[in-house]
């Protein structure tokens, strides 16, 4: 079977017993741990897949990786996974996780990647401008990239604006060569 479908359905079957239960948000910040967690940690990801580590060693891996954040719901739905041998799918059914939550609360995920840092006060007025716009709820990635030589790149769904002394340096160069 599709390991997408799977991803996805675990996911919603998850979000629906994690809401009855009223640990959504915490499941939520645990998906986001886990996410974040596989994702920086490629040993992390081969203990998953070894057949001859015990299932018990996985379990007690995947709650510490997430920490406080794990709370009862969360270790049934890695008890789950693991009798089900689905730890190969556990990055994947996290991040269908963070979408489902993110689609079903209205939450907008925003990059911001600038050439210097943001303050404080310009970070909050982004924020509340796209959530007056979207009438919404806004997670705010700010990062910051010196290679940009100046300006920033705003990024929320498909919308992408650069605003970048290189970005704009590349269209240049691009005109040029065209």
């Excluded at 986001?32 to 490629?42: D, G, N, Q, V, Y």
């Excluded at 018990?56 to 969360?74: I, Q």
């Excluded at 909050?124 to 705010?140: N, W």
């Excluded at 970005?167 to 691009?174: H, I, P, S």
């Amino acid at each position: 079977m599709n390991d997408g479908l799977i991803s996805k359905r675990y996911a919603k079957a998850l979000l629906e017993f994690a809401a009855a239960r009223g640990e959504d948000k915490l499941m939520y910040d645990s998906m986001k741990s886990l996410a974040e967690s596989i994702a920086a940690t490629p040993r992390l990801r081969e203990l998953l897949q070894s057949p001859v580590a015990p299932n018990s060693d996985k379990e007690e891996l995947l709650c510490s990786a997430v920490g406080a954040a794990a709370g009862d719901g969360y270790r049934r739905f890695v008890r789950l996974a693991l009798k089900n041998r689905r730890e190969g799918s556990l990055q994947n059914i996290a991040l269908s996780y963070l979408d489902l939550y993110r689609r079903v609360h209205r939450i907008g995920r925003i990059s911001v990647v600038s050439a210097a840092p943001l303050s404080d006060t310009l970070a909050d007025r982004i924020r509340y401008d796209v959530e007056r716009r979207t009438r919404g709820t806004v997670e705010l990635d700010v990062r910051v990239d010196p290679s940009l030589g100046g300006g920033f790149i705003f990024q929320m769904d498909d919308l992408r604006l650069d605003a970048s002394v290189a970005g704009q340096l590349e269209k240049v160069r691009r005109r040029l060569a065209g």
